[in-house]
Protein backbone atom coordinates (compact mmCIF):
# COMPACT_ATOMS: atom_id res chain seq x y z
CA UNK A 1 0.00 0.00 0.00
CA UNK A 2 1.83 3.47 -1.21
CA UNK A 3 1.72 5.58 2.33
CA UNK A 4 1.01 9.34 2.66
CA UNK A 5 2.94 11.86 4.84
CA UNK A 6 1.17 15.23 5.52
CA UNK A 7 2.01 18.16 7.93
CA UNK A 8 0.78 17.86 11.73
CA UNK A 9 -0.94 21.02 11.81
CA UNK A 10 -1.46 24.28 9.64
CA UNK A 11 -3.14 27.57 9.78
CA UNK A 12 -4.56 29.96 7.09
CA UNK A 13 -6.43 33.26 7.89
CA UNK A 14 -9.44 33.13 6.63
CA UNK A 15 -10.09 34.73 2.65
CA UNK A 16 -6.58 33.26 1.75
CA UNK A 17 -5.66 30.16 0.08
CA UNK A 18 -5.06 27.23 1.91
CA UNK A 19 -2.88 24.61 0.17
CA UNK A 20 -2.55 21.54 2.18
CA UNK A 21 0.66 19.24 0.92
CA UNK A 22 0.68 15.55 1.17
CA UNK A 23 3.62 13.06 -0.33
CA UNK A 24 3.18 9.88 -1.33
CA UNK A 25 5.92 8.91 -3.30
CA UNK A 26 5.51 5.13 -3.38
CA UNK A 27 2.46 5.31 -5.70
CA UNK A 28 1.61 2.84 -8.18
CA UNK A 29 0.41 4.14 -11.43
CA UNK A 30 -3.06 2.87 -11.07
CA UNK A 31 -3.72 3.93 -7.49
CA UNK A 32 -5.99 7.22 -6.96
CA UNK A 33 -5.36 10.26 -4.89
CA UNK A 34 -7.91 10.99 -2.48
CA UNK A 35 -9.01 14.22 -0.28
CA UNK A 36 -11.58 13.40 2.86
CA UNK A 37 -12.31 15.89 5.67
CA UNK A 38 -13.24 15.33 9.04
CA UNK A 39 -15.31 18.56 11.22
CA UNK A 40 -14.69 18.53 14.75
CA UNK A 41 -17.44 15.72 16.06
CA UNK A 42 -18.74 14.65 12.65
CA UNK A 43 -18.55 11.70 9.64
CA UNK A 44 -15.50 12.63 7.27
CA UNK A 45 -16.53 14.22 3.97
CA UNK A 46 -15.41 13.40 0.54
CA UNK A 47 -13.63 16.69 -0.85
CA UNK A 48 -12.22 15.45 -4.02
CA UNK A 49 -9.60 12.75 -5.88
CA UNK A 50 -7.81 12.35 -8.96
CA UNK A 51 -5.45 10.23 -11.01
CA UNK A 52 -2.98 12.42 -13.10
CA UNK A 53 -4.53 15.26 -14.16
CA UNK A 54 -5.67 18.13 -11.92
CA UNK A 55 -8.81 18.57 -10.85
CA UNK A 56 -11.10 21.07 -9.35
CA UNK A 57 -15.13 20.89 -8.30
CA UNK A 58 -16.72 23.47 -6.11
CA UNK A 59 -15.04 23.02 -2.87
CA UNK A 60 -11.04 22.58 -4.17
CA UNK A 61 -9.00 21.97 -6.63
CA UNK A 62 -6.03 19.08 -6.65
CA UNK A 63 -2.83 19.66 -7.90
CA UNK A 64 -0.21 16.18 -8.96
CA UNK A 65 2.98 16.33 -9.75
CA UNK A 66 3.77 14.95 -13.12
CA UNK A 67 5.58 12.20 -10.74
CA UNK A 68 2.54 11.51 -8.86
CA UNK A 69 4.74 11.62 -6.19
CA UNK A 70 3.04 14.45 -4.09
CA UNK A 71 -0.43 16.43 -4.60
CA UNK A 72 -1.81 19.98 -2.98
CA UNK A 73 -5.02 20.13 -1.99
CA UNK A 74 -5.85 24.08 -2.46
CA UNK A 75 -9.29 25.75 -0.75
CA UNK A 76 -9.31 29.07 -2.64
CA UNK A 77 -10.99 31.02 -0.41
CA UNK A 78 -10.60 29.59 3.76
CA UNK A 79 -13.78 30.01 5.47
CA UNK A 80 -13.83 29.60 9.21
CA UNK A 81 -15.84 26.50 8.20
CA UNK A 82 -13.00 24.70 6.48
CA UNK A 83 -11.27 24.62 9.57
CA UNK A 84 -11.30 20.45 9.83
CA UNK A 85 -8.69 17.33 9.76
CA UNK A 86 -7.56 16.73 6.13
CA UNK A 87 -7.06 13.58 5.08
CA UNK A 88 -4.93 12.68 2.05
CA UNK A 89 -5.49 8.78 1.00
CA UNK A 90 -3.82 6.33 -1.41
CA UNK A 91 -6.88 4.06 -2.80
CA UNK A 92 -6.02 0.70 -2.04
CA UNK A 93 -7.62 -1.63 -4.35
CA UNK A 94 -8.50 -5.09 -3.46
CA UNK A 95 -8.72 -8.08 -5.67
CA UNK A 96 -12.33 -9.15 -4.59
CA UNK A 97 -13.85 -6.02 -3.90
CA UNK A 98 -12.68 -3.13 -4.70
CA UNK A 99 -11.25 -0.51 -2.44
CA UNK A 100 -10.80 0.58 1.05
CA UNK A 101 -9.80 3.75 2.59
CA UNK A 102 -6.50 3.53 4.48
CA UNK A 103 -6.64 6.70 7.11
CA UNK A 104 -3.19 8.34 8.00
CA UNK A 105 -3.55 10.73 10.79
CA UNK A 106 -4.20 13.68 8.42
CA UNK A 107 -3.76 17.61 8.77
CA UNK A 108 -5.45 19.87 10.94
CA UNK A 109 -6.32 22.76 9.45
CA UNK A 110 -7.10 25.60 11.55
CA UNK A 111 -8.49 28.88 9.50
CA UNK A 112 -8.01 31.95 12.12
CA UNK A 113 -10.12 34.89 11.47
CA UNK B 1 -30.07 15.20 0.63
CA UNK B 2 -29.57 11.39 1.54
CA UNK B 3 -27.62 11.02 4.92
CA UNK B 4 -26.05 7.77 6.32
CA UNK B 5 -28.02 7.21 9.67
CA UNK B 6 -26.41 5.95 12.95
CA UNK B 7 -27.83 5.02 16.36
CA UNK B 8 -27.05 5.64 18.80
CA UNK B 9 -24.99 9.16 18.93
CA UNK B 10 -23.23 8.06 22.01
CA UNK B 11 -23.22 4.86 24.24
CA UNK B 12 -22.21 4.62 27.56
CA UNK B 13 -21.21 0.72 29.07
CA UNK B 14 -19.21 -0.94 31.67
CA UNK B 15 -16.37 -3.26 30.14
CA UNK B 16 -18.00 -7.03 29.90
CA UNK B 17 -20.71 -5.84 28.89
CA UNK B 18 -22.66 -6.26 24.99
CA UNK B 19 -23.10 -3.17 22.79
CA UNK B 20 -24.71 -3.12 19.72
CA UNK B 21 -24.72 -0.14 16.91
CA UNK B 22 -26.91 0.14 14.09
CA UNK B 23 -26.73 1.41 10.66
CA UNK B 24 -29.20 2.30 7.88
CA UNK B 25 -26.80 3.70 4.67
CA UNK B 26 -28.36 5.62 1.98
CA UNK B 27 -30.70 3.78 -0.43
CA UNK B 28 -29.50 2.07 -3.34
CA UNK B 29 -26.37 1.72 -1.29
CA UNK B 30 -24.85 -1.42 -2.52
CA UNK B 31 -21.37 -1.32 0.07
CA UNK B 32 -21.29 -0.73 3.69
CA UNK B 33 -18.37 0.07 5.68
CA UNK B 34 -17.70 0.00 9.91
CA UNK B 35 -14.51 2.11 10.84
CA UNK B 36 -13.74 2.49 14.13
CA UNK B 37 -11.75 5.86 15.08
CA UNK B 38 -9.71 6.11 18.21
CA UNK B 39 -9.08 9.64 19.25
CA UNK B 40 -6.32 11.74 17.42
CA UNK B 41 -6.05 8.79 14.95
CA UNK B 42 -7.77 8.50 11.08
CA UNK B 43 -10.65 5.59 10.84
CA UNK B 44 -9.82 2.39 10.29
CA UNK B 45 -11.84 -0.11 8.80
CA UNK B 46 -13.36 -2.65 10.84
CA UNK B 47 -15.68 -4.62 8.09
CA UNK B 48 -16.98 -3.53 4.74
CA UNK B 49 -19.99 -5.46 3.31
CA UNK B 50 -20.88 -5.73 -0.72
CA UNK B 51 -24.81 -6.14 -0.22
CA UNK B 52 -25.24 -8.96 2.57
CA UNK B 53 -21.80 -10.44 2.21
CA UNK B 54 -18.79 -9.34 4.18
CA UNK B 55 -15.85 -8.89 1.77
CA UNK B 56 -13.06 -7.34 3.72
CA UNK B 57 -13.03 -8.01 7.67
CA UNK B 58 -9.31 -8.56 7.75
CA UNK B 59 -9.02 -5.62 10.79
CA UNK B 60 -12.16 -7.07 12.83
CA UNK B 61 -11.32 -8.59 16.12
CA UNK B 62 -13.13 -11.29 15.17
CA UNK B 63 -13.42 -12.74 19.21
CA UNK B 64 -15.41 -9.68 20.31
CA UNK B 65 -16.79 -8.07 17.90
CA UNK B 66 -19.08 -9.76 15.05
CA UNK B 67 -21.15 -7.34 12.15
CA UNK B 68 -24.00 -8.80 9.84
CA UNK B 69 -26.21 -7.29 7.21
CA UNK B 70 -28.64 -9.56 6.48
CA UNK B 71 -30.97 -8.60 4.14
CA UNK B 72 -28.21 -6.15 2.24
CA UNK B 73 -30.03 -3.44 3.55
CA UNK B 74 -28.92 -1.57 7.39
CA UNK B 75 -26.38 -3.22 9.40
CA UNK B 76 -25.46 -3.60 13.00
CA UNK B 77 -22.13 -3.85 14.32
CA UNK B 78 -21.70 -5.84 18.24
CA UNK B 79 -18.92 -5.85 20.64
CA UNK B 80 -19.44 -8.70 23.27
CA UNK B 81 -17.97 -8.40 25.79
CA UNK B 82 -16.50 -4.27 25.57
CA UNK B 83 -13.37 -3.92 26.91
CA UNK B 84 -11.41 -0.78 27.80
CA UNK B 85 -9.78 -0.31 24.95
CA UNK B 86 -12.54 -0.08 23.04
CA UNK B 87 -13.84 3.18 24.08
CA UNK B 88 -13.67 5.20 20.49
CA UNK B 89 -15.94 6.66 17.88
CA UNK B 90 -17.84 4.06 15.42
CA UNK B 91 -18.23 5.38 12.13
CA UNK B 92 -20.42 3.63 9.12
CA UNK B 93 -20.28 4.55 5.52
CA UNK B 94 -21.46 3.94 2.34
CA UNK B 95 -21.12 3.97 -1.51
CA UNK B 96 -22.93 2.81 -4.54
CA UNK B 97 -20.40 0.15 -5.12
CA UNK B 98 -16.64 -0.71 -4.29
CA UNK B 99 -14.94 0.63 -6.99
CA UNK B 100 -12.63 3.15 -7.24
CA UNK B 101 -14.59 6.14 -8.36
CA UNK B 102 -17.20 5.43 -5.71
CA UNK B 103 -17.18 7.94 -2.99
CA UNK B 104 -18.01 6.95 0.37
CA UNK B 105 -20.40 8.99 2.24
CA UNK B 106 -20.01 8.72 6.26
CA UNK B 107 -22.66 8.95 9.04
CA UNK B 108 -22.23 10.73 12.09
CA UNK B 109 -20.94 8.15 14.21
CA UNK B 110 -21.42 6.93 17.45
CA UNK B 111 -19.34 7.54 20.65
CA UNK B 112 -18.56 4.81 22.85
CA UNK B 113 -17.03 5.01 26.16
CA UNK B 114 -16.44 1.69 28.04
CA UNK B 115 -15.91 2.11 31.74
Not at chain 1, 45 to 55: R, V
Not at chain 2, 2 to 26: G, H, L, M, N
Not at chain 2, 35 to 48: A, H, K
Request: net charge negative; proline share 5%; glycine share 8%.
Amino acid sequence: DAKTTQPTSMDCAEGRAANLPCNHSTISGNEYVYWYRQIHSQGPQYIIHGLKNNETNEMASLIITEDRKSSTLILPHATLRDTAVYYCIVRVSLETSGSRLTFGEGTQLTVNP
Amino acid sequence: EAEVAQSPRYKITEKSQAVAFWCDPISGHATLYWYRQILGQGPELLVQFQDESVVDDSQLPKDRFSAERLKGVDSTLKIQPAELGDSAMYLCASSLGSGTYNEQFFGPGTRLTVL
